[in-house]
């Protein structure tokens, strides 16, 4: 790649991309997304090329390792054009076959197709797939589009054109009267919106001005950002330029999670791609706007997707938030005015500038305007990224969306917003995904988790899943999170042990609500929401714990027994062979026991027995 | 633990005190922790002090202050990892190698983390071991993958 | 020249040095607003949260820490409302809870108004209020201790738990400490905490009565007085 001086060679190489990438012939595109990482995408890829290599194919085939696709239940997904031929669930050995009679005979594989679960049909091509038919895919068809280590492919479908758009047409406050326009909400979990935050670091004083991507992905269960930085980098980096020039930032950082090394491998390869092109460092594609971008990795701390936290943590410092009783516009990174958004509302921008506001404001609600990306996850059958417009109802993206629950269990509630969010039971899934309204029902929608729940999962083990997530995380300066979320983790613990008593539910009402109100960071004042909103919406679980002794999910191990039942025991002993913790004792051929005092109800000896014989109750 | 490399690591950061994290992951990746040796080192070259240095090593979870084991055993604790049963792959573990998490066993073999999300949501229950993923896990087939580790002794697991 | 901003605290007009904190100006005006991390002359960090106060602005109010805030002008501040009451009370109650053996944390509990502690009593000799570790950063340089570990890990120690040479043995730590006097009936033994609800406490007073201090980790290695 060489350095392009001027807009005018850019679109030339844009144009002489693109028609390059129509005259190319068979394309087989593999999706290299995270949760396809998971179940074995990298040996298919390299049976692949290894075939391909075999029959003499590997100049005239074409293989572009994308992104995240998003339907990560699917995975390994690959689709061929052309033909849009949609295989998945693919393992190394179907590649020969594909090969020689999908490539060669040009003959569809049944067995390697996607069944619709309504009609039980096999579906032929990736356009007719309702889990995507049914979204709105603004990000994640780029992702689809797009080789993830490729500055080329994102140059051929529109890549740097908004920068371009930008560099020729706007002026820095033409770009953020176009993204206060849009009506664009930072998409990390604050809501805050994109344009007056850049106005205000535009105003604040000073020369030395930062950019921020906040790629600290903490929520357990969210992986968007992920899929986008992984993915797509090249477009990550085109919102940091447009937002640079709209501030007058000439440096900027892509913190990223120290848990996502591909993500930082892939950010790092881009930086290098557009400082070899001239589209990072000075005088970029000709004008006289200098920029460049460092990426720097995470120590392992949730906090540190908190902004002040960040901010230290790239200062080389520990991640404890400050207060913020003076912004980050005015005083961020190293006290100057920073501009600090996440990975997926930078995405955003280059498409807003490039389509114009009404294409992003014509999407959605009054409050929130646009496409958001939701990690759909936990008992739900078609786990994935799904990506909607905001003002999509719950209800669309768990059961249209997402095939309802898994196991054909009733989905019971879902959690949105991760740790800061709340649970909303099945009377508020017709609520929109819209930031006011799910604020309004004692939830968010955070950075866009959305984790579903079904009769076997037990709300107060997930209250205390979190406060025991958030009290490891925590920085632990101030003393309503340190002490305050210590105490609820005390008490709900004591309610899923069955030591609950009833007075304690009101002082958890009243401790969440003081922890809210006086905790010195975000982290902090969140902290309480899973609690509350499982108060409000599921006290009869909390009450079934501290009034019945029993856990009417079955989950809570003090109050559930493991038993064996002596008539259908057989007395083979494989279940006392498994136990890892020498819970089960019986003579062979005779009814085995389990001691409860030793069991850990991990249930693996319900796998092992043949017979059905063990219940966990 | 040899001062060259530790050199290398520091080498254009001198003075630089806001590299302390970035010269703590080079650490950690080289040597599997942070020995007390090189954070007196890192002190004196980058000009961050001692308790500083010290203080940001004990606080990210990324950086070990003990050697680890010779397999590090990773199990995600993640929302999603856990409504689909990742507590009690991770008790059962703890149970099987006899270590809390962050610990090793005394054969120095395994070291055992619990990680609050590593973004493979869709499917979990997901442990990554030597860093490679193991997805859709259940207590049963984690202990038949730690055994498997066992037999092969000293071979590399990324071969097996 | 310095320049002076015009504010109100609790109704009453006041003027004060532009960048000082509410906190230092509503104390010097004689409005006590309970504090224990705070101290005259070292950084504040807004650890301890007793120090919280209501600002009001465009008609909403805002709970924010006084250490941490700097006066400006037409600033409303309010310190005593009912709600900033009972947030303190929650943040007293659970300081006595973790600490209570140190006269200041028992006596800012009397004064918060905790009548009652509705969790189990912890008996930790730290309420991590880092005014040891400030002090030793800011009035010496020496940074000899410091916040090491996070969240419930936190705590003060030396780099590598050994006291460094640096270390002058100064004892300005121990004499800030809220932890070196005991409540005025003695030390409690795990198992025997209560809410002394008693009078008040100097924090600044070192007595050198037997017995009255909690004997810490820290100054098991300290070569400290009272551990003599």
Request: hydrophobic share 35%; charged share 25%.
């Given at each position: 790649?060489?350095?392009?001086?001027?807009?005018?060679?850019?679109?030339?190489?844009?144009?002489?991309?693109?028609?390059?990438?129509?005259?190319?012939?068979?394309?087989?595109?593999?999706?290299?997304?995270?949760?396809c990482?998971?179940?074995?995408?990298?040996?298919?890829?390299?049976?692949?090329?290894?075939?391909?290599?075999?029959?003499?194919?590997?100049?005239t085939?074409?293989?572009?390792?994308?992104?995240c696709?998003?339907?990560?239940?699917?995975?390994?997904?690959?689709?061929?054009?052309?033909?849009?031929?949609?295989?998945?669930?693919?393992?190394?050995?179907?590649?020969?076959?594909?090969?020689?009679?999908?490539?060669?005979?040009?003959?569809v594989?049944?067995?390697?197709?996607?069944?619709?679960?309504?009609?039980?049909?096999?579906?032929?091509?990736?356009?007719?797939?309702?889990?995507?038919?049914?979204?709105?895919?603004?990000?994640?068809?780029?992702?689809?589009?797009?080789?993830?280590s490729?500055?080329?492919?994102?140059?051929?479908?529109?890549?740097?054109?908004?920068?371009a758009?930008?560099?020729?047409?706007?002026?820095?406050?033409?770009?953020?009267?176009?993204?206060?326009?849009?009506?664009?909400?930072?998409?990390?979990?604050?809501?805050?919106?994109?344009?007056?935050?850049?106005?205000?670091?535009?105003?604040?004083?000073?020369?030395?001005?930062?950019?921020i991507?906040?790629?600290?992905?903490?929520?357990p269960?969210?992986?968007?950002?992920?899929?986008?930085l992984?993915?797509?980098?090249?477009?990550?980096?085109?919102?940091?330029?447009?937002?640079a020039?709209?501030?007058?930032?000439?440096?900027?950082?892509?913190?990223?999670?120290?848990?996502?090394?591909?993500?930082?491998?892939?950010?790092?390869?881009?930086?290098?791609?557009?400082?070899?092109?001239?589209?990072?460092?000075?005088?970029?594609?000709?004008?006289?706007?200098?920029?460049?971008?460092?990426?720097?990795?995470?120590?392992?701390?949730?906090?540190?997707?908190?902004?002040?936290?960040?901010?230290?943590?790239?200062?080389?410092?520990?991640?404890?938030?400050?207060?913020k009783?003076?912004?980050?516009?005015?005083?961020?990174?190293w006290?100057?005015?920073t501009?600090?958004n996440?990975?997926?509302?930078?995405?955003n921008?280059?498409?807003?500038?490039r389509?114009?506001?009404?294409?992003?404001?014509?999407?959605?609600?009054?409050g929130?305007?646009?496409?958001?990306?939701?990690?759909?996850?936990g008992r739900?059958?078609?786990?994935?990224?799904?990506?909607?417009?905001?003002?999509?109802?719950?209800?669309?993206?768990?059961?249209?969306?997402?095939g309802?629950?898994?196991?054909?269990?009733?989905i019971?509630?879902?959690?949105?917003?991760?740790?800061s969010?709340?649970?909303l039971p099945?009377?508020?899934?017709?609520?929109?995904?819209?930031?006011?309204?799910?604020?309004?029902?004692?939830?968010?929608?955070?950075?866009?988790?959305?984790?579903?729940?079904?009769?076997?999962?037990?709300?107060?083990?997930?209250?205390?899943?979190?406060?025991?997530?958030?009290?490891?995380?925590?920085?632990?300066?101030?003393?309503?999170?340190?002490?305050?979320?210590?105490?609820?983790?005390?008490?709900?613990?004591?309610i899923?042990?069955?030591?609950?008593?009833?007075?304690?539910?009101?002082?958890?009402?009243?401790?969440?609500?003081?922890?809210?109100?006086?905790?010195?960071?975000?982290?902090?004042?969140?902290?309480?929401?899973?609690?509350?909103?499982t108060?409000?919406?599921?006290?009869?679980?909390?009450?079934?714990?501290?009034?019945?002794?029993?856990?009417?999910?079955?989950?809570?191990?003090?109050?559930?027994?493991c038993?064996?039942?002596?008539?259908?025991?057989?007395?083979?002993?494989?279940?006392?062979?498994?136990?890892?913790?020498?819970?089960?004792?019986?003579?062979?051929?005779?009814?085995?026991?389990?001691?409860?005092?030793?069991?850990?109800?991990?249930?693996?000896?319900l796998?092992?027995?043949?017979?059905?014989?063990?219940?966990?109750? | 633990?040899?001062?060259?490399t530790?050199?290398?690591?520091?080498?254009?950061?001198?003075?630089?005190?806001?590299?302390?994290?970035?010269?703590?992951?080079?650490?950690?990746?080289?040597?599997?922790?942070?020995?007390?040796?090189?954070?007196i080192?890192?002190?004196?070259?980058?000009?961050?002090p001692?308790?500083?240095?010290y203080?940001?090593?004990?606080?990210?979870?990324?950086?070990?202050?003990?050697?680890?084991?010779?397999?590090?055993?990773?199990?995600?604790?993640?929302?999603a990892?856990?409504?689909?049963?990742?507590?009690?792959?991770?008790?059962?573990?703890?149970?099987?190698?006899?270590?809390?998490?962050?610990?090793?066993?005394?054969?120095?073999?395994?070291?055992l983390?619990?990680?609050?999300?590593?973004?493979?949501?869709?499917?979990?229950?997901?442990?990554?071991?030597?860093?490679?993923?193991?997805?859709h896990?259940?207590?049963?087939?984690?202990?038949?993958?730690?055994?498997?580790?066992?037999?092969?002794?000293?071979?590399?697991t990324?071969?097996? | 020249?310095?320049?002076?901003?015009?504010?109100?605290?609790?109704?009453?007009?006041?003027?004060?040095?532009?960048?000082?904190?509410?906190?230092?100006?509503?104390?010097?005006?004689?409005?006590?607003?309970?504090?224990?991390?705070?101290v005259?002359?070292?950084?504040?960090?807004?650890a301890?949260?007793?120090c919280?106060?209501?600002r009001?602005?465009?008609?909403?109010?805002?709970?924010?820490?006084?250490?941490?805030?700097?006066?400006?002008?037409?600033?409303?501040?309010?310190?005593?409302?009912?709600?900033?009451?009972?947030?303190?009370?929650?943040?007293?109650?659970?300081?006595?809870?973790?600490?209570?053996?140190?006269?200041?944390?028992?006596?800012?509990?009397?004064?918060?108004?905790?009548?009652?502690?509705?969790y189990?009593?912890?008996?930790?000799?730290?309420?991590?209020?880092?005014?040891?570790?400030?002090?030793?950063?800011?009035?010496?340089?020496?940074?000899?201790?410091?916040?090491?570990?996070?969240?419930?890990?936190?705590?003060?120690?030396?780099?590598?738990?050994?006291?460094?040479?640096?270390?002058?043995?100064?004892?300005?730590?121990?004499?800030?400490?809220?932890?070196?006097?005991?409540p005025?009936?003695?030390?409690?033994a795990?198992?025997?905490?209560?809410?002394?609800?008693?009078?008040?406490?100097?924090?600044?007073?070192?007595?050198?009565?037997?017995?009255?201090?909690v004997?810490?980790?820290?100054?098991?290695?300290f070569?400290?007085?009272?551990?003599?």
């Open positions: 790649m060489h350095e392009l001086a001027a807009i005018e060679e850019l679109e030339d190489l844009r144009t002489s991309l693109a028609a390059a990438r129509d005259r190319a012939g068979t394309t087989i595109t593999v999706c290299g997304g995270p949760g990482q998971a179940s074995g995408c990298a040996a298919v890829i390299d049976a692949l090329r290894a075939e391909l290599h075999r029959e003499d194919l590997a100049d085939v074409h293989v572009r390792i994308t992104g696709h998003g339907f990560c239940e699917q995975g390994p997904i690959m689709v061929i054009e052309p033909g849009n031929i949609f295989y998945c669930h693919l393992q190394p050995s179907d590649v020969p076959e594909i090969v020689s009679s999908t490539l060669f005979d040009g003959e594989i049944e067995r390697l197709l996607y069944t619709d679960p309504a009609s039980g049909s096999k579906l032929q091509t990736e356009a007719e797939i309702p889990f995507y038919r049914l979204q709105d895919r603004t990000l994640l068809a780029l992702n689809r589009q797009v080789d993830s490729s500055i080329t492919d994102y140059i051929a479908v529109g890549g740097y054109s908004a920068l758009k930008t560099l020729r047409e706007y002026g820095p406050e033409d770009v953020i009267r176009e993204i206060t326009r849009s009506g664009l909400r930072g998409r990390g979990g604050g809501g805050f919106p994109t344009g007056r935050k850049w106005a205000s670091c535009r105003a604040a004083a000073g020369d030395e001005k930062y950019v991507c906040n790629a600290d992905e903490g929520d269960g969210a992986y968007m950002d992920r899929a986008i992984e993915g797509n980098p090249h477009l990550v980096l085109e919102g940091m330029l447009i937002g020039w709209a501030i007058g930032a000439r440096q900027g950082y892509i913190y990223v999670r120290n848990e996502y090394p591909l993500a930082v491998t892939h950010a790092r390869a881009a930086v290098e791609q557009a400082r070899e092109c001239g589209l990072l460092g000075d005088s970029i594609l000709g004008s006289e706007f200098c920029f460049d971008v460092d990426v720097a990795r995470g120590g392992g701390a949730f906090v540190c997707g908190e902004s002040t936290a960040l901010m230290a943590s790239l200062e080389g410092k520990v991640g404890e938030p400050r207060p009783d003076v912004h980050t516009v005015e005083e961020g990174l006290n100057k005015p501009a600090l996440n990975v997926e509302t930078w995405a921008v280059p498409l807003i500038v389509n114009g506001a009404a294409w992003f404001s014509d999407k959605g609600t009054k929130s305007k646009g496409t958001k990306i939701f990690a759909l996850t739900v059958k078609n786990t994935g990224l799904v990506e909607v417009a905001m003002g999509t109802p719950l209800r669309t993206i768990l059961f249209d969306i997402g309802g629950g898994s196991d054909g269990a009733a019971k509630a879902v959690q949105t917003g991760g740790p969010g709340g649970c099945v009377d508020k899934f017709d609520l929109p995904v819209d930031f006011d309204a799910l604020a309004e029902a004692g939830s968010m929608v955070g950075s866009g988790g959305m984790v579903v729940m079904d009769e076997r999962t037990c709300m107060v083990d997930v209250a205390r899943y979190f406060l025991a997530f958030l009290q490891d995380e925590s920085c632990g300066k101030c003393v309503p999170c340190r002490v305050g979320i210590d105490r609820m983790l005390e008490i709900v613990t004591d899923t042990e069955g030591r609950g008593r009833p007075e304690q539910l009101d002082l958890l009402q009243e401790l969440g609500e003081t922890i809210r109100e006086t905790a010195l960071c975000a982290l902090g004042k969140t902290a309480p929401n899973p609690v509350l909103s108060l409000q919406y599921f006290r009869d679980e909390y009450e079934a714990h501290i009034s019945e002794g029993r856990c009417p999910a079955g989950v809570c191990r003090a109050l559930i027994e038993v064996i039942d002596e008539e259908a025991c057989i007395g083979c002993g494989a279940c006392l062979r498994a136990c890892p913790h020498g819970a089960i004792h019986g003579e062979r051929k005779q009814p085995h026991t389990v001691d409860l005092d030793a069991c850990r109800r991990c249930g693996i000896c796998d092992e027995c043949s017979q059905g014989a063990i219940v966990l109750k | 633990m040899s001062a060259k530790l050199d290398a690591i520091i080498e254009g950061r001198r003075s630089q005190p806001q590299q302390l994290i970035e010269v703590l992951h080079d650490v950690q990746d080289t040597w599997g922790y942070v020995p007390q040796e090189s954070m080192t890192i002190s004196r070259e980058l000009g961050v001692l308790i500083e240095v203080r940001v090593a004990s606080f990210y979870k990324a950086f070990s202050l003990v050697p680890r084991g010779e397999h590090v055993i990773t199990v995600c604790m993640g929302t990892c856990h409504v689909r049963g990742a507590a009690p792959i991770a008790e059962q573990v703890a149970g099987l190698l006899g270590v809390e998490p962050g610990g090793t066993t005394s054969d120095g073999l395994f070291t983390e619990c990680v609050n999300c590593l973004g493979a949501c869709a499917l979990g229950p997901v442990v990554v071991l030597d860093g490679v993923y193991y997805d896990m259940t207590p049963r087939k984690l202990s038949r993958l730690i055994d498997s580790v066992r037999k092969a002794g000293n071979e590399d990324r071969d097996a | 020249m310095e320049q002076y901003v015009t504010l109100t605290i609790d109704g009453a007009t006041v003027r004060a040095p532009k960048g000082r904190s509410v906190l230092d100006v509503a104390v010097e005006y004689g409005i006590c607003i309970p504090h224990l991390c705070h005259p002359n070292l950084s504040d960090f807004g301890c949260r007793l919280i106060v209501e009001v602005e465009n008609g909403r109010s805002k709970v924010t820490t006084s250490c941490t805030l700097l006066v400006q002008d037409d600033m409303v501040i309010r310190t005593n409302t009912e709600k900033i009451r009972k947030l303190r009370l929650n943040i007293a109650e659970l300081l006595v809870a973790e600490a209570p053996n140190s006269r200041a944390v028992q006596d800012i509990a009397v004064r918060c108004g905790v009548t009652k502690v509705r189990p009593f912890r008996n930790r000799n730290c309420t991590l209020c880092g005014r040891c570790v400030r002090v030793c950063a800011e009035m010496w340089g020496a940074r000899a201790i410091g916040f090491v570990g996070r969240g419930k890990e936190r705590h003060v120690d030396f780099p590598f738990g050994v006291r460094p040479d640096f270390c002058k043995e100064c004892n300005s730590c121990i004499q800030l400490c809220p932890m070196t006097i005991t005025c009936d003695g030390p409690m795990a198992g025997e905490e209560r809410l002394c609800g008693k009078c008040e406490a100097q924090l600044m007073v070192t007595e050198k009565i037997p017995d009255t201090c004997l810490c980790d820290l100054g098991n290695g070569n400290c007085a009272r551990h003599a």
